[in-house]
């Protein structure tokens, strides 16, 4: 009969056990339903800071929406407003036209707007530029009696900067009918210094009138106050010392 070998070797491993003549049959059957066990390995888990532009859950998204975290380039020593990326990115080539004009004795901006809106958001928006330091070409106190219309809007036209284009439903239901608005337009959408504003509609809705203009991406007041347009628009076309990005 064999002879169990522990007193000598000891059974401390399943090799040791094996090698047992009485105990290795035993053991197996002990042991044979056990699998082996390794820990588990972790990997570090990365987070983003709110500050480094990643998508941590609790950070502010530096792309599109409503998340206000992107300062451009031209933005003033100082200044508290801050951009959506896609805001900076629909306004850089405006930046761009404005800088190439510096030279040039301009008015600021030509605010195109539905004849509806003159004395509401049109207005409204054009004492917040006007209060900001932008020079505003506003149909309303820019064309004298017996002046004829279209003379004179071309003239803003093209004695202006930028063109700013307040997307309201007055609007939209102006376009269709191939008004001033609409010959306004086609001379803004000819170059690069068109900013729509989007203004109690929506860009859905815009697309359904003018897909063109509805592909130009510009600032919304969904997104920001009146105020805060009128905040942007003035930064756009400051052309003194801008900040250090």
């Not at 404005?98 to 040039?104: D, G, I, P, R, T």
């Not at 002046?147 to 202006?160: E, F, Q, T």
């Not at 697309?207 to 510009?218: C, K, T």
Request: aromatic share 6%; with cysteine; charged share 20%.
């Amino acid at each position: 009969m064999a002879q169990c070998t522990a007193p000598r070797e000891g059974h401390r491993s399943a090799s040791a056990a094996a090698r047992c003549p009485a105990c290795r049959g035993s053991w197996g059957r002990r042991y044979s339903g056990y699998v082996s066990y390794s820990p588990p390995s972790y990997s570090s888990t990365s987070y983003s800071s709110s500050g480094s532009g990643g998508g941590g859950g609790g950070s502010r998204s530096s792309g599109g929406g409503s998340g206000k975290s992107v300062r451009p380039r031209w933005s003033r020593a100082g200044s508290s407003v801050l951009y959506t990326q896609t805001e900076v990115q629909a306004l850089t080539p405006i930046r761009e036209t404005v800088e190439k004009q510096a030279a040039l004795d301009l008015r600021d901006a030509f605010l195109c707007h539905a004849w509806d809106d003159r004395q509401g958001a049109a207005k409204e928006l054009h004492d917040l530029l006007e209060s900001a330091g932008v020079k505003v070409w506003f149909s309303e106190k820019d064309v004298g009696l017996g002046v004829p219309l279209l003379r004179a809007i071309d003239k803003g036209l093209a004695n202006s900067r930028v063109g700013l284009v307040l997307v309201t439903p007055a609007l939209l239901l102006r376009l269709p009918k191939e008004g001033i608005a609409d010959k306004e337009l086609s001379a803004l959408l000819a170059g690069e210094r068109l900013v729509p504003i989007v203004h109690n509609t929506t860009y859905e809705a815009l697309r359904e009138v003018s897909p063109l203009l509805a592909s130009r991406a510009g600032l919304n007041t969904k997104e920001n106050t009146m105020a805060e347009v009128a905040a942007k628009i003035a930064e756009l076309v400051n052309l003194g010392r801008p900040s250090s990005p």
